[in-house]
């Protein structure tokens, strides 16, 4: 098992899942908020093409967490539209 | 700057295929492609596929990227995965990122893009809701990383890939509400749909997804029947129970790069959306760059695969490989590929590539 965070919320993935799989499978869709209206996103595309899934993770923004590894440690968070800190 | 005789876009099943039948002839090949691993969508189909032996009948999907990336050309093909292709530019110069932060540039004498296509969306109050997913998705999800995408799905789509995703949803145990489908019949093969139907699956022809509910996440979805001219008929909105609600409503070419590049494109709906212009070999105006498989028009993977073989030999040609030799494989990819088009089936294929025919080059 691979264990990381998310939202400091410790959780654990298997070898050779992407974050949103290893999120998927702990039972957590929504993975982003759009611009405007803050309205829930999760993944469309799993294939990194639809940008639905950017997230903050090891602090790094924008990170297509559909089409990147779980690695032990990881530490996964939500983030605004643009990156950066969440203001709200 | 990496200099290259050919460069290789896309590691799928068209540009696997263009790098083997190239390095076959003789040619050095630059394979990039943008994954952890080459094989494109083909890591995700874990059905047999159909057809004749030389379109791997038989064989499942996620097995065919090692028959295309065979030993005896190993020495041929230099394949960077990782490594995606971010700009083209007018002096024949492509640049690449692999990982992070090593960006170079490459230059080729021949290209060939093979970049394949993405999943079309559908538009619907609701449809930004997580839960909302691709077919495409959904099968990655499951497929490949064993996870099952909810608890009971409203599949929108029964082209092949809308009904045999409901089949491999029902094996992963994950119930189907419904199959709905806007035109009047069912677009996929029969053998899959009839096993859907004696699963217990209704496939509702022309009907549609009208909204998907919920607060976080997709927990209700709304379906209608649609009349002769694909409006909702009054009175038969249904509110179905169901977490994910899968589109499958077709792909569209993945063809920016070529776009950056000034290649004429041409808007084909029958083969999926804006398709570069290009001539039987499936070479472009540009001169340099050829396309294969889904870029070049939706197709099935078979197909793809053909194509890269085309586009592979008519390449290595120009490249200086033994004309006969090439010219063997260029007659037999064509003939290959009218085989794949032929009958009631390839019908929207073959109108659509007849469209194209209109504005093609002769190079």
Known sequence: MVRFKFEGRELEGREGDTIAAALHANGIKVLSHSRRHHRPRGFFCAIGQCSSCLMEVNGEPNVRVCIVPLEEGMDVKLQPATGGELKW | MVNTDLLVVGGGPAGLAAADTAASLGIDVLLVDEGRAVGGQLVKQTHKFFGSGEHYAGVRGIDIPKLLNREENSQRVRILTDTTVVGCYEDGVVSALTGEDNYFKIKAKRAIFATGATEKFLSFPGNDLPGVYGAGAVQTLMNQFGVIPGKRVLMVGAGNIGIIVSYQLLQAGVPVAAVVEAAPTIGGYL?????????????????????????????????????????????????????????????????????????????????????????????????????????????????????????????????????????????????????????????????????????????
């Open chain 2, 191 to 363: 053998v899959h749909a009839s096993k859907l139907a004696r699963a217990g699956v209704p496939i509702l022809t022309r009907h549609t997804i009208l909204e998907a509910r919920g607060k976080d996440a997709v927990e209700s979805a709304v379906i209608a029947q649609l009349d002769d001219n694909w409006q909702v008929v009054p009175g038969t909105e249904e509110e179905v129970d169901v977490d994910v609600v899968c589109l499958a409503v077709g792909l569209s070419p993945v063809v920016d790069l070529l776009r950056q590049l000034g290649c004429e494109m041409k808007y084909v709906p029958e083969l999926g959306g804006h398709v570069p212009i290009r001539d039987k070999n499936l070479k472009t105006a540009t001169g340099w760059i050829y396309v294969a498989g889904d870029v070049a028009g939706v197709e099935e993977a078979s197909a793809a695969m053909v194509e890269g073989r085309l586009a592979g030999a008519a390449a290595a040609a120009e490249l200086g490989a033994d004309k006969q030799e090439a010219d063997t494989v260029i007659s037999r990819c064509l003939a290959s590929l009218d085989a794949l088009r032929g009958g009631p089936v390839g019908e929207k294929i073959r109108s659509g590539i007849a469209k194209l025919e209109g504005g093609a080059v002769n190079a």
